[in-house]
């Protein structure tokens, strides 16, 4: 269930995407498994969302 600055948003095709104060979340692809946040920081731009 939504709540805070976390929604449900609707995509151009139809289907919904978890978002954090608008923006849409993705999954990192280096990331295997449940709970992995190597992702984090990448960039400078990839951060992950906790809530």
């Known amino acids: 269930m939504p709540k ?3 929604s449900v948003i609707k995509r151009k095709d ?3 995407q978890w ?3 608008g ?3 993705y999954l990192w692809a ?3 498994k449940p709970g992995e ?3 984090d920081g990448v960039g400078g731009v990839w951060h ?3 809530e």
């Open 4 to 6: 805070g600055k976390f």
């Open 14 to 16: 139809g289907t919904s």
């Open 19 to 21: 978002a954090y104060n």
């Open 23 to 25: 923006k849409p979340l």
């Open 30 to 32: 280096g990331d295997k």
């Open 37 to 39: 946040t190597s992702g």
């Open 48 to 50: 992950i969302a906790v």
